[in-house]
């Protein structure tokens, strides 16, 4: 099993988490974007999130080169709205990435984004292949991946919405 195994199996199930969020309930994302004067609406980021998971279902399923270039592309893409957002100064409540949860932008944003974006472009040079074949070709070991993987996305959902307050709230102190 590659080394990259599971860091890219937890880029494309946080990318899957995420779009399955926003095609659910687009409104948070809807008012991102509107607030950034880009345009919105409740069709288009649906289909945008519906996208965003099955991208990352076909990196964790298929792991085609291709679609891990779509999941570094991707982040790469949040990256750069954060970024927008941060430079615009304006009041953006949340991207909706994790449904109705109130998720600023934040630089912590920034920096998680380029590093699953380069595990993704890492996942696509080296040939990492299919997470989820390798997790069932080692059902013991893969079963360790797998594990340490949806804990990972638990650990970055933390990392991407309570980190961001508690930094917010030791400066506002």
């Known amino acids: 099993m590659p080394a990259l195994t599971g860091p890219a199996l937890t880029a494309a199930l946080l990318l899957a988490f995420a779009g399955a969020a926003k095609t659910v309930d687009p409104a948070m994302t809807v008012g991102a974007l509107r607030a950034l004067g880009l345009p919105s609406s ?49 009041m953006v409540g949340s991207c909706g990435c994790f449904g109705r949860e109130d998720t600023p932008p934040h630089p912590v944003h920034v920096v998680v984004d380029i590093a699953l974006a380069s595990t993704a472009a ?52």
């Open 42 to 90: 409740k069709i288009w980021v649906r289909v945008g999130a519906a996208t965003e998971l099955l991208v990352g279902l076909l990196a964790a399923a298929a792991g085609w080169a291709w679609v891990w270039w779509l999941v570094a592309a991707s982040y790469l893409a949040f990256a750069a709205f954060v970024i927008a957002a941060l430079r615009a100064g304006t």
């Open 122 to 173: 890492a996942a696509a040079v080296v040939g990492v292949g299919a997470p989820l074949d390798a997790v069932a070709d080692a059902p013991v070991k893969g079963s360790v991946v797998a594990g340490l993987s949806v804990l990972s996305v638990l650990v970055l959902y933390v990392v991407l919405v309570d980190l961001p307050r508690a930094l917010r709230h030791t400066r506002g102190s």
